[in-house]
């Protein structure tokens, strides 16, 4: 229960207030003047308190001062009187919450203590998930100077103790999983499992078994019973990347368990209960898939319930300096040395196009640190082609291994597929001859995002 403190010099409207915030469920106390009230304020705790603008001996703002310079953290509301709106807005820019005009409504009251609570909790939220992320060593880190990030962020906290379904979006190294990490974390299923699949790197006839798990005998190899990723994640969250890529089939199982919240083994015969949280990740435009017919339109609209959107690196590029440092300062960990990135390199980073996004610049950090004999990275460490470039007629000794002409060739192989298939991956692993996850190992390998 929140405690309330009306500091107020006219008895009626303490009272009145007062029996109107305990009827709202506020533990409330009050005093009459500004001297009274700042002594009380900082003697006991209080979430929130309410105070007149023009009181004898201690005005509204002089007691907001002195209850600041003291370290008073509740949020302060004032009131004011007509006239007294001027020194109200002088309040506010001394670090009160908000100004009520008197006479006020009563639910006017309930509503703003309420948007403030709501404000001071998401502000709560906000900066205990930012400290979860920043000592959290095996997740990448979610940096929210950009504005499209601090806003992603803010919704991560806001959807994060729900169970609401959230649809992430944006294109592949933008950090979906590392924002659907982050709702994890920050949910009250923290302490269950997280558990992510990539549709699109599973074979196609191996999915179901993987989400739904199978029962002994169900098909050749099922030699034991075993419990699918929906029961893995029991109580906790399950991710679901690249969504976009699963099966016509598969989303109709989907769909039932999500509506239903159960689900069939392959092979059995009757249901389980599940209780999952259920995040969804993709690169494609969802909608225009389901428009196509590709995707299933209830399922789209059943996941699509919050969507967050990740734009590319290039678009905030207010997060690649922070960023580049953080990945710095991990990779030292990992390397046992230091790994320092210099004013012209950050600047230097900060102008690239990066199209694989942040894990083109992770990757790309890693393997300037990695093949650099230096301390400090300067902008020269950085090279933009991770292979050789195409050599052409025969070769003279030390002009290049067969291995790395092997590499060029599978390189630009999988890039004129992926090109062909307009960044189909499946479609692409067909036009190759190999498996979907020969691919994604290749895609991955050779930084081809």
């Not at 942040?358 to 004999?373: F, G, K, N, Q, T």
Request: with cysteine; glycine share 8%.
């Amino acid at each position: 229960m929140s405690r309330v403190l009306i500091v107020d010099d006219e008895p009626g409207l303490r009272q009145s207030l007062g029996l109107l915030l305990a009827d709202a469920g506020y533990e409330v106390a009050a005093e009459s003047d500004g001297k009274r009230g700042l002594e009380r304020a900082l003697a006991e705790r209080f979430d929130l308190i309410l105070s007149d603008v023009r009181m004898p001996e201690m005005d509204g703002l002089a007691f907001l001062r002195a209850y600041r310079a003291r370290g008073g953290e509740a949020l302060v509301i004032m009131m004011s009187a007509y006239g007294g709106e001027e020194a109200a807005l002088a309040a506010m820019k001394e670090g009160a919450y908000d100004y009520i005009p008197k006479p006020f409504r009563p639910d006017e009251v309930v509503l703003t203590l309420r948007k403030a609570e709501e404000r001071e909790q998401l502000g709560r939220t906000i900066a205990t998930l930012k400290a979860q992320l920043d000592t959290t060593p095996s997740a990448r880190a979610v940096v929210a100077e950009s504005p499209a990030m601090r806003d992603a962020l803010e919704l991560v906290a806001r959807v994060a103790e729900h169970r609401t379904t959230v649809l992430i979006t944006g294109e592949s190294g933008t950090g979906k999983e590392v924002i659907a990490q982050a709702i994890h974390r920050a949910s009250p299923r923290a302490a269950a499992p997280f558990v992510a699949i990539n549709c699109a790197a599973i074979p196609e006839s191996l999915l179901e078994s993987e989400l739904f798990g199978h029962v002994r005998g169900a098909f050749t190899g099922a030699l034991a019973d075993k419990a699918g990723l929906f029961e893995q994640a029991g109580g906790g969250t399950l991710l679901l990347d690249e969504i976009g890529e699963l099966p016509l089939p598969l989303q109709s199982k989907l769909l039932r368990v999500l509506q239903e919240g159960e689900l069939r083994r392959v092979g059995d015969q009757r249901t389980r209960r599940v209780d999952v949280r259920l995040l969804a990740a993709t690169a494609r435009d969802l909608e225009g898939e389901a428009a196509a017919g590709r995707f299933r339109e209830d399922l789209y609209y059943r996941l699509n319930v919050v969507t967050i959107h990740l734009p590319p690196l290039a678009e905030r590029r207010a997060d690649i300096q922070p960023l580049a440092r953080h990945f710095a300062a991990r990779l030292a960990g990992r390397l046992g040395r230091a790994v320092v990135l210099s004013d012209d390199t950050l600047a230097w980073l900060e102008t690239q196009r990066w199209p694989g996004n942040v894990r083109e610049l992770e990757h790309a950090i890693e393997r300037a640190a990695v093949l650099s004999d230096r301390e400090v990275l300067e902008p020269a460490d950085f090279r933009k082609d991770p292979l050789p470039a195409p050599r052409s007629g025969p070769q003279g000794a030390g002009s290049g291994t067969l291995r790395e002409a092997v590499e060029t060739a599978e390189r630009q192989a999988i890039v004129a597929a992926l090109q062909a298939a307009g960044g189909n991956r499946r479609a692409a692993a067909k036009l190759l001859g190999v498996s979907l996850r020969t691919l994604f190992y290749k895609i991955d390998r050779y930084h081809l995002e």
